[in-house]
T-cell receptor, first 113, second 115 residues
Framework: AQSVSQHNHHVILSEAASLELGCNYS??????LFWYVQYPGQHLQLLLK??????LVKGIKGFEAEFIKSKFSFNLRKPSVQWSDTAEYFC???????????FGKGNQVVVIP | DAGVIQSPRHEVTEMGQEVTLRCKPI?????LFWYRQTMMRGLELLIY????????DSGMPEDRFSAKMPNASFSTLKIQPSEPRDSAVYFC?????????????FGPGTRLTVL
């Protein structure tokens, strides 16, 4: 079964700083990749997803992620964060033809005004 | 669309009691997922359905857990009897099988506390 690793579980940064969250998965076949965000007290919302095509994916709220197949990675980035980006971010992976979505443990991001 | 609807939003019960969580997926979605979120284990997939049929229940912890989907607009997750270690947030999610693969839309979750 596929597994997902997210490092730096707690991230604290100031407004306007750049954010990068790492995501690595373990599966050698074709994968679908996702980033979800969970704002305090709310449910998970899809930020962006990659199925095929351009490995640089742009999502909502200025987020983007890059799929690097050789590194089994799908890192999330935002060049300039805002206080409202304070949330928990989850990377998730599913394999082609299998609808099981495996989630990483999440990154708790706190943006200080 | 109202999104995925879950009820109740909060449930507090005593050990040994039966708990039933409810979910109404987004209309037209043919996949429905039940997830559990805890601090220790993060988000775990418990079971998912396709066209009301359970496809993969390998994540269901034990026989105390059961899930049903009697029709395309309703699903339940039942715990009987409940135990304190079942305390968690339970999310229901739904998706459409079109467009290359499911990217589930999540409901607001049910926060379950078993005393």
């Amino acid at each position: 079964a596929q597994s997902v690793s997210q490092h730096n579980h707690h991230v604290i940064l100031s407004e306007a700083a750049s954010l990068e969250l790492g995501c690595n998965y373990s599966y050698g076949g074709t994968v679908n990749l996702f980033w979800y965000v969970q704002y305090p007290g709310q449910h998970l919302q899809l930020l962006l997803k990659y199925f095929s095509g351009d490995p640089l994916v742009k999502g909502i709220k200025g987020f983007e992620a890059e799929f690097i197949k050789s590194k089994f990675s799908f890192n999330l980035r935002k060049p300039s964060v805002q206080w409202s980006d304070t949330a928990e971010y989850f990377c998730a992976v599913s394999t082609y033809g299998n609808n099981r979505l495996a989630f990483g443990k999440g990154n708790q991001v706190v943006v200080i005004p | 669309d109202a999104g995925v609807i879950q009820s109740p939003r909060h449930e507090v019960t005593e050990m040994g009691q039966e708990v039933t969580l409810r979910c109404k997926p987004i209309s037209g979605h043919d996949y429905l997922f039940w997830y559990r979120q805890t601090m220790m284990r993060g988000l775990e997939l418990l079971i998912y359905f396709n066209n009301n049929v359970p496809i993969d229940d390998s994540g269901m912890p034990e026989d105390r857990f059961s899930a049903k989907m009697p029709n395309a607009s309703f699903s339940t997750l039942k715990i009987q009897p409940s135990e304190p270690r079942d305390s968690a947030v339970y999310f229901c999610a739904s998706s459409s099988g079109l467009a290359g693969g499911p990217s589930p839309f999540f409901g607001p979750g049910t926060r379950l506390t078993v005393l």
